[in-house]
T-cell receptor, first 112, second 117 residues
Framework: GAVVSQHPSWVICKSGTSVKIECRSL??????MFWYRQFPKQSLMLMAT?????????EQGVEKDKFLINHASLTLSTLTVTSAHPEDSSFYIC????????FGAGTRLSVL | AQSVTQLDSQVPVFEEAPVELRCNYS??????LFWYVQYPNQGLQLLLK??????LVKGINGFEAEFNKSQTSFHLRKPSVHISDTAEYFC???????????????FGQGTILTVHP
């Protein structure tokens, strides 16, 4: 089956630093990847759609300058949380679309 | 736009009992429907999907779901649950045709299934 790898699985950082999260499709090429955010005991909220070779499309209310997305190849998309603050602490999940969306295992970000 | 409502936030059941997790959706266009399972601190695993064809869809781990277009529902069922089925379950929809929302998943609020021995 289609496998999506997300790295790191857990990251702790100091307030004001930047954190990069990688999402890779291991056995298929994905022109489109998605980034979601999940708060505790809540559902997944789509943050942005990442398209290979073009700018990401952000959902309403998501700060594009804070959540930088780069989709430089057909198998890799990255999400960089810039100048992270405690309120950015959350569970971030990526997915890659082939026939349907396949999800990574998620990254838990804790900002101290 | 689409919306998804999972009618139960928590469902406790005993092991080997049947279970039904309810999902209703709203959409002005045709949709594809999905059920995902999420174990603690993990991503989402696809249980089953409805794209077209037979309205009764069978998935992994003994789960099945039935698409009811007239009632706009896609309830998930399992005839006999195990302790290992304890997890959170998400119903999701995506437009079945093109447009700006094509490929975007809209999730329900999730249902926590707890299986007791």
């Amino acid at each position: 089956g289609a496998v999506v790898s997300q790295h790191p699985s857990w990251v702790i950082c100091k307030s004001g630093t930047s954190v990069k999260i990688e999402c890779r499709s291991l056995d298929f090429q994905a022109t489109t990847m998605f980034w979601y955010r999940q708060f505790p005991k809540q559902s997944l909220m789509l943050m942005a759609t990442s398209n290979e070779g073009s700018k990401a499309t952000y959902e309403q209310g998501v700060e594009k300058d804070k959540f930088l997305i780069n989709h430089a190849s057909l198998t890799l998309s990255t999400l960089t949380v810039t100048s992270a603050h405690p309120e950015d602490s959350s569970f971030y999940i990526c997915s890659a679309r082939w026939d349907i969306q396949y999800f990574g295992a998620g990254t838990r970000l804790s900002v101290l | 736009a689409q919306s998804v409502t999972q009618l139960d936030s928590q469902v406790p059941v005993f092991e080997e009992a049947p279970v039904e997790l309810r999902c209703n959706y709203s959409s002005s266009v045709s949709v594809y429907l999905f059920w995902y399972v999420q174990y603690p601190n993990q991503g989402l695993q696809l249980l089953l999907k409805y794209l077209s064809g037979s309205t009764l869809v069978k998935g992994i781990n003994g789960f099945e779901a039935e698409f009811n277009k007239s009632q706009t529902s896609f309830h998930l069922r399992k005839p006999s649950v195990h302790i290992s089925d304890t997890a959170e379950y998400f119903c999701a929809v995506t437009p079945g045709t093109g447009g700006t929302s094509y490929g975007k998943l809209t999730f329900g609020q999730g249902t926590i299934l707890t299986v007791h021995p």
